[in-house]
């Protein structure tokens, strides 16, 4: 498995010889122009994780690639070739498994309607498990190898943060939704977490294909 961090929540997956790109949003340009995707996958409907901008183009350039997301984006965006995963189910891409766990968003505050958000567990044979949670930090799968582990949000403060790793438990990981933060903010959520849970983080900020 190779695993690039294009930025924000935006994830490009090396897997089973495929390539999967999750949550291409628009707090991210890293991933514009890709081609020869096999899937693109979808967390939920805000558009720092899906760009409505730029990802009609993105499909355009790869009309063979699966286009896999939460069961409400659909709602949001015209998007006629999506296929809806809903949080227990699982479909196969080829040889990977995609399957939803969780089904809500974290919550930002209370006045604010919480919609749906799946995490996505990546796995096909071989291959270490992987998991990217989207922005969702209550649903903690069993047996991922690899994490993909939000730096910040407004829907989290680092206790949350922190004790999501622990409960999670993954060996290895890198960090994630991190538009917000300066350098300042992302060294410490890095330095934190890499003390504090038993995930070792990698940083992959240079944008360069890490291989797990």
Do not use: C
């Amino acid at each position: 498995m190779n695993i690039t961090h294009l930025g924000h929540s935006a994830v490009l997956l090396e897997v089973g010889g495929l390539r999967l790109l999750l949550d291409p949003g628009n707090f991210s340009s890293a991933w514009h122009g890709l081609a020869d995707l096999d899937a693109v996958i979808v967390t939920h409907w805000h558009p720092d994780h899906i760009d409505p901008a730029h990802v009609p183009a993105l499909l355009a350039a790869n009309p063979g690639a699966a286009l896999i997301v939460e069961p409400s984006v659909p709602d949001v965006y015209d998007l006629p070739t999506a296929r809806r995963l809903a949080a227990g189910d699982s479909v196969t891409v080829g040889p990977v498994t995609l399957t939803a766990a969780g089904g809500r968003h974290a919550i930002i505050h209370r006045d604010i309607p919480q919609i749906g958000n799946i995490g996505v567990i990546v796995e096909a044979p071989g291959e270490p498990r992987f998991y990217h949670p989207g922005d969702m930090l209550e649903t903690v799968p069993a047996g991922i190898d690899v994490a993909a582990i939000p730096a910040h949000g407004p829907w989290s403060a680092m206790k949350e943060i922190i004790d999501f790793a622990r409960a999670l438990a993954a060996p290895r990981g890198f960090l994630i939704h991190d538009g917000l933060v300066n350098e300042r903010g992302w060294d410490l959520s890095f330095g934190r977490l890499n003390e504090m849970t038993p995930t070792t983080l990698t940083d992959l900020r240079g944008g360069q294909p890490w291989a797990v």
